[in-house]
């Protein structure tokens, strides 16, 4: 093939990689269905546990399923003591370097290692389900001088987390935002960190590995830290009356404005409906709506942008619910991960079941053949 | 779009995600080239801290500047304590598992870790490149209840590594041997781990964050693992008369020969030249030429598939050099890191270069829209 025929599909933009039947984005008419049920419906009606099982085993669980698997999850809530050490030993680190290390680590001494069949690899993503939000929190208390605050077997999963978070019992209001965020986080089809899930596991590297690799790939600012960032703009701001004149000041720098856009929404992030009602309802609850109101005004401010199909994302109100929850911004990308670790073992376990190596190419574009020269002539 | 017009290109096969400028293969003919210089010349001229120059810089290094660039790698051979302590932590884990903790744990620590510039990125880089074969070394020696031996400044990185794994002067023999070993494994452009870290790169993730994604990837046996698998195939034939009738029966039971064929390759590996050379003198050499011969007899039963394009790959002579040079099986994955890591930060480097978030689509087949149907009424 000459050079000439050579198409660059730079950022795979448009390319379909392969089939799936866990999730469908239609962004153009900004519909969002996990294994076919509607993120409204699901968002109204589900739990966190709920999802999870659907996400998994493909279908919504009976009573007797759903207490199960709850079972489970609470069963495999603490962490093997090798694995508190290495939070203790990384503090100082960004929570979502330590997230990385202690499932990296996690990975090494699972019981199901070796054992790749589909039920060891269920269990493992239980496991690591259970496993997140003890990760998050007993760092978050560790590196705060605080005592490990131990999971508690009769809260739901998002109490549970706000529990070892704090060391307080959760407000069924911060409960509910919890739950809810959880719920929103949980899947997004091929992502970047899905698919970074995804490429390593269609190596058939085991499911820890994989989901490693996702975290990863969480970390960057174009993917899961654009909450965080929504929020530096927030406080840059200051005062909702200040809001049109900064986003009219940025854009005419032609800057980004974080929390709009998005590679496959074209209108509004259905997500965003939800976390706008919460931002609110906690705005009010913990008598600080000016946060919410800085970001109605930027929403506003940017209306102009839709035009170009510019609507707010998913990231635009999660900082806002984190903050009200008093969590600090270095955990979004974590908490993040807590709701979508469930939706990387569902595609890992898809790429399993029929499994291509994900390997495209690179189209190269430097010298042909350069000739060696021997180091004492090189200058 | 309607269902009919979607293409699913399944595993990317032929699918081009960017340009590079640091590796060429020409599959048809064997050519593989980094940074426009052929893979013979390196082969037969070059140390692996000359092409760990030539990928990061893109031209071959002065004199002074190879001193300077070796200086760098071996100042930082040395591993931080609170890394050390997670080797002992994990001693018992697959060492690919344990490299992939180390290197996770390293970023968490690592001096210059919020700074993304090209200059803190290749001093990361060079850090990671020293630090890589402490890693697996230390890990080695502790598993096997011996002391660690720390690094030399007065030996060569192949030669450094081979010292810290066995404790012992190595001969020129082996030195020779993981040197080249190392230099053809730098870097083969977009396989599946360097995919993986393009794409952890591409949401502008760290570079420890990168690397730990393509450590993650390697962990499979579709990508790392097929060194072993080879020769657990010799182990299992045992004789050299043996290998023909075992590989016809493999054949006619439409199993594959592991260490043959490639995504890419159409013809004879050209790294395949230089490994079954140093097999073969290695085999003399320790008077243990049986491993080669079954090698070289699985090789001419498999002479019938090259009309289909299947010849042997990196991985088929790979075993047994490190077969030869007395290491454990489950070490030739992170041995194979070690020389890779390289290529990994040169593509880390050019993805952020020009970058562009790799997102590619998965095509949903799953059902519309499904009802939500209360927990009560399902059964």
């Not at 109204?44 to 659907?54: D, H, R």
């Not at 085993?57 to 694995?83: G, H, I």
Request: net charge negative; aromatic share 8%.
């Amino acid at each position: 093939m000459s050079a000439e025929q050579v198409i660059v599909n730079k950022g795979l933009e448009g390319i379909y990689f392969d089939n799936t039947s866990i999730c469908h984005i239609d962004g153009q008419r900004g519909i969002l269905l996990y294994r076919g049920y509607n993120i409204h419906d699901l968002a109204s009606n589900a739990t966190y546990e709920e999802v999870c099982y659907l996400l998994l085993y493909d279908r919504l669980p009976t009573k007797d399923e759903l207490d199960q698997f709850d079972a489970a999850l609470k069963e495999n809530r603490n962490l093997p003591s090798a694995v508190m050490d290495v939070i203790y030993a990384f503090k100082d680190g960004h929570p979502t370097d330590v997230l990385r290390t202690a499932v990296s680590a996690l990975g090494t001494i699972d019981p199901d290692v070796k054992d790749m069949s589909l039920e060891a690899n269920l269990r493992k993503g239980i496991r690591l389900i259970a496993q997140f939000p003890t990760i998050v929190a007993a760092h978050e208390r560790i590196r705060k001088g605080l005592d490990f605050t131990p999971p508690r077997e009769d809260l739901s999963h998002a109490a549970n987390f706000l529990w070892m978070l704090k060391g307080e019992e959760p407000d069924p209001d911060a409960v509910r935002a919890m739950d809810l965020d959880f719920i929103l986080h949980a899947e997004h089809s091929s992502n970047a960190s899905t698919f970074t899930a995804r490429v390593a596991a269609s190596t058939l590297a085991d499911l820890h590995s994989s989901v490693v690799a996702a975290i990863s790939a969480l970390k960057g600012p174009l993917h899961g830290g654009a909450a965080e960032a929504v929020m530096e703009m927030v406080e840059a701001i200051g005062e909702p009356e200040r809001a049109e004149g900064w986003v009219q000041e940025q854009l005419a720098a032609k800057k980004r404005i974080m929390g709009f856009g998005h590679r496959v929404y074209k209108t509004e992030d259905p997500r965003a409906r939800h976390l706008r009602e919460l931002s609110k309802i906690l705005g009010e609850k913990y008598g600080e709506p000016k946060t919410f109101q800085i970001l109605q005004n930027i929403e506003k401010a940017m209306e102009p942008m839709r035009a170009k199909g510019i609507y707010v994302n998913v990231d635009f109100y999660a900082g806002s619910i984190y903050h009200y929850l008093g969590i600090p911004a270095d955990l979004y990308i974590p908490i993040f991960a807590i709701g979508r670790i469930v939706g990387w073992v569902a595609h890992i376990l898809e790429q399993y079941s029929d499994n291509r190596l994900i390997r495209p190419l690179l189209h190269y574009v430097g010298p042909m053949e350069r000739q060696w020269v021997f180091i004492e002539q090189r200058s």
